[in-house]
């Protein structure tokens, strides 16, 4: 085997994996988003805005070098959103649009997996 097929490999196998971390990823912002929207006090508004930063964080991570741009433009704008100075909790017209990201995230995931 060559080495352009080994890196060929390694790649198509990095990318199989992020794609997998990445559904788990979204599978757990989907159960805090519906929580979050079930809970009408929005107590785990900090606790969703953490998982939103740390989870596009580390899909941005990748995106970018799997050549995923779409993916990591997005991970971009979500960040700019809730990783703002000084802290604070996100609006609710924010987290509208945050939510509207992720699901943009999450379909753009699928097409990829597909």
Known sequence: ???????ERMMEQTRIHFLE????????????FREY?????RAGLAGLQYAIHRHAHAIKGLALLLSYEEMDTVC????AIVLQEPPR?????EMEHLH?????L???LKQASA
């Open 1 to 7: 085997m060559s080495k352009a097929d080994r890196y």
């Open 21 to 32: 971390d990445a559904e788990l990823k979204m599978a757990d912002l989907r159960t805090l």
């Open 37 to 41: 929207y079930n809970d009408s006090s």
């Open 76 to 79: 971009g704008d979500i960040l």
């Open 89 to 93: 909790d996100c609006t609710p017209s």
């Open 100 to 104: 509207h990201l992720v699901t943009t």
């Open 106 to 108: 999450d379909h753009l």
